[in-house]
């Protein structure tokens, strides 16, 4: 795909992949660094932030709102059309407190906002400077209260909470009802079927075979059947030998991807985190690990430690066509470092989601370098993994029903209805759990890839509980109290 894209540009405070295949690289102030306010908010959190960073930019980067608008100035200039800039006219007039005219119109039009000012918030004006507490109608929120309490009418077409779906589009791919399907691809099962004998759900198959495998043809294939004769099916893929459910959960050591080159982020982030970094196979301080049941690795004759291959389905992962090109084939094969966890059941296993993954050059320098750090040479970006990625065995399933133009519900920055996707709401570019995938021992996991990793021979954690130390532990005999 890329070098089918005339230039690629990057924003970003760290030197991540995308900026390493990119041609422009646009250098963000972090949040310690902002020259300007920035505000933010979530579901679960009940107080609303207001703030601007302490510091001066370490490095020639910018706030990222100065980025955006410094670029529409350029445009107009380049182009003589003002409209791009003048889009940004605040900003661009006062660097550090024009943002508060946009920040004063996002709170104005929001309800669990509205009310509040925002030099008022920065000045403290409801307790601790830059905080107030969002306008929920209870403390803890509780959802749908207006609903409930108040016989407000839910943001429905109906005003009600619906069982039933008389959308068209839901009628003909089965989902007017709320009904079970089978993972387009995680399941020993024909793959999304729709699992009920409701005769009033009559989805359209669109004459797709029910052995048509294709990811495209999987996801808008509508077949119901009943549960005794889904059962007799089966998935191609599981017969083929990919019998483990891949799970990839956000890690606690993390951001979803920001810091994972963090020395000590990384050394906290895995069972392998080593500052000395004695085994030079480390890409950087430490490993990316897959957690597994006890139970089937060793049946695979996988000791703890040991390096694994973890491959998905190969008509398009790691990407499609992968067999006509090795080079990039062998950069793309997960590779990943097992670590026992008997929370995970058999057939199950979980790698934490969007570690830095490996390049070409990365590859290149792991492969060459004397200490082997997977640090590429030119752009210095860190690699958390020796080959491969998460996204060499996850994809987006691209469900029609959420893609609809006839979907009806509240809009998210406003208080009013619209039909249609919504980003973030609908969006269809996430990674999901439902993915099957094949592992295969690649190395043993004591240094240079011989004999077993030294940790997994002392029969510690819970696999092993039999043994003196485990029992201590149990026992409680790591704590000692003095002068009690």
């Known amino acids: 795909v890329n070098p089918k894209i005339d230039c690629i540009v990057a924003q970003d405070v760290e030197m991540t992949s995308t900026c390493e295949y990119s041609d422009l ?3 963000a102030n972090t949040w310690m660094e902002y020259q300007t306010y ?20 370490v490095f020639n980067t910018r706030d990222d709102v100065h980025i955006l608008a410094e670029t529409a100035e350029a445009l107009s200039k380049e182009t003589g ?3 791009y800039a003048d889009y940004w006219k605040f900003i661009l007039d006062d660097k550090v407190n024009g943002v508060k005219v946009y ?3 996002l709170f104005d039009s929001s309800t669990t906002t509205r009310g509040y000012n925002v030099d008022d918030i920065i000045n403290g004006k409801y307790g601790t400077p830059g905080t107030a507490l969002m306008l929920f109608r209870t403390y803890p929120r509780i959802p749908f209260w207006e609903n409930t309490h108040d016989n407000m009418p839910f943001w429905t077409d109906t005003g009600r909470l619906n069982a039933y779906c008389d959308i068209p589009e839901a009628i003909k791919h089965g989902e007017n009802f709320i009904v079970h399907r089978e993972g387009p691809e995680a399941t020993p099962y024909l793959p999304n079927v729709i699992v009920s004998t409701n005769p009033l759900i009559r989805p359209d198959d669109f004459g797709l075979n029910p052995a048509a495998m294709h990811w495209d043809e999987r996801t808008i294939r509508n077949i119901k059947k009943g549960w005794g004769e889904v059962k007799q099916t089966q998935n191609p893929l599981w017969k083929d030998g990919f019998q483990f459910y891949l799970l990839t959960p956000k890690s ?3 951001v979803h991807s920001q810091w994972s080159t963090v020395d000590w982020h990384i050394i906290w982030d895995s069972s392998f985190g080593d500052p000395f970094r004695k085994d030079k196979r480390l890409p950087g301080f430490g490993d990316h690990q897959l957690h597994m049941n006890p139970d089937d690795a060793k049946a695979m004759n996988i000791n703890m430690g040991d390096y694994v291959y973890v491959d998905a389905n190969p008509a398009d992962r790691p990407f499609t066509n ?3 090109d090795p ?3 062998k950069v793309a094969r997960l590779m990943l470092r097992v670590v026992f966890n008997t929370s995970y059941p058999r057939g199950v296993v979980m790698t934490k989601h969007a570690p830095f993954i490996a390049t070409e050059k990365t590859v290149l320098a792991h492969e060459t370098r004397p200490d082997g750090r997977a640090l590429s040479a030119d752009t210095g970006y860190q690699a958390n993994l020796r080959y491969g990625c998460q996204q060499s065995c996850t994809r987006n399933w691209l469900m029609p029903m959420h893609q609809t133009d006839t979907l009806f519900h509240k809009a998210k920055l406003k208080m009013g209805f619209m039909f249609g996707g919504e980003a973030d709401n609908h969006a269809v570019n996430t990674v999901p759990k439902e993915t099957l995938v094949r592992i295969v021992k690649a190395e043993d996991g004591g240094p240079g890839g011989k004999g077993t990793w030294e940790p997994a021979t002392r029969g510690l954690g819970p696999e092993s509980e039999s043994t003196p130390i485990n029992q201590l532990y149990l026992a409680g005999g790591f704590i000692r109290v003095d002068g009690a």
Not at 44 to 54: C, I, T
Request: aromatic share 10%; proline share 8%; with cysteine.
């Open 327 to 329: 080079r990039r084939a």
């Open 252 to 254: 606690r050591h993390r």
């Open 25 to 27: 690289i646009f250098p």
């Open 38 to 57: 920035e505000t933010t908010a979530s579901c679960s959190n009940p107080y609303l932030h207001v703030w601007k960073g302490g510091i001066d930019p």
């Open 103 to 105: 920040l004063q119109r």
């Open 81 to 83: 059309d003002r409209r």
């Open 322 to 324: 992968w067999q006509n």
